[in-house]
C-alpha cells in the first residue's frame, strides 16, 4: 500500500490533522501509518477533490470495486470509519461517509504449529543462542521483535515463580510466567539475551533468519508462537489466558493460533454421547 506520491490539495491539510489526532489519542507509529497510508490511497485513487464532498454511497462503490485481499479490506474499512467518525466528532464535516462500509468478514482459523516431533528436533539441534530463540517462540510465544529486545531487567523473581515483561505490538506491555532455568539465562546475560554486534539487541529479522535456518522447510517463528498458543490451549482449554499470553486484543485473534487436535474433538464429542 506504500505509495509516496504527493496526496490532492484538498486532502492535504485534512490528512494531516487526522495523523496528528491518532496520536494525541495515543496510537503507534506504526498504526498511524496504515492509517494514513489507507486515506491517502483513497485521495488518490477515488476522484473527489476533497474527503468532505465524498458520500457515504461512492466511498462504498469506490471500496467494493477494489481488489484487495481480505485484511487489506479490513484495515481501509477501519481506516475510513476512524478517519470520518473523527471528522465528524471534530466539526469537520456532517456526513459520514463511512457508514455504508460493511463489516468484512474474518477468515477462517488456520492456525500452523511446528510438529512437536520437529520442535523437539530443533531445540536438540540448534547451537545455545538459536536455542534460546526458539524456545522463547515455541514455549513463551514470543514474537520476533519481542524476542530481540529480552533484556535482564525484564525478569522478576516474584513470590509465584519468575516472570518476564515484554513490550509487545502497540507498545503494551504483559507479563508472562517463565522457567526458573530461563530466567536464570535471561540474568546471566547481564543485559539483552541477545546483543547486537553494534550495541543494543539484535535485529529481530536477524533472529528470525536465524531461528528459520534451523527449523524445516516452511517453519518460522511464528510457527513457533502457533505451537506456543496451541500447548497453552490444551492444558485448560481456556482461549482467554492464552490470549493474556500471547499478548492479543480479542480472543478472535488468538482463535487462529490455536490447532485443536482432532483426539480433543472425539474426546469430546464422546462426552456428550454419555451424558
Sequence with gaps: MANYEPVPEGWEKPIE??????????????SVYTRRACIALISRSIGIASPWDVSPDELAMWTGDQDWSRNTRKSV???????????????RTSTDAATLLGTVASAP?????IPEPEYLEALASAPDRVRLMIELGGDCGLRRAEAAQVHTR????GNDGPTLTILGKGLKYRTIPISARLAGRIVE???YLFPGYMGGHLKPSYVATLVTDHLPEGRTMHSLRHRFA????????????VQQLLGHSSPETTRMY???????MRETATAVWAA
Excluded at 482459523?109 to 504449529?113: A, L, T
Excluded at 525484564?154 to 523473581?157: E, F, S
Design 17 to 30: 490533522d487526522f495523523e496528528r489526532a491518532l496520536r494525541s489519542r495515543g496510537r503507534t507509529g506504526r
Design 77 to 91: 474499512r477501519s481506516s475510513c470509519r476512524m478517519f470520518w467518525a473523527w471528522a465528524v466528532e471534530s466539526g
Design 109 to 113: 482459523p488456520n492456525p500452523r504449529p
Design 154 to 157: 525484564d525478569v522478576d523473581h
Design 189 to 191: 546475560a547481564d543485559g
Design 230 to 241: 496451541t500447548q497453552a490451549y490444551l492444558v485448560h482449554r481456556d482461549v482467554f489466558v
Design 258 to 264: 490455536v490447532a485443536v487436535p482432532p483426539a480433543s
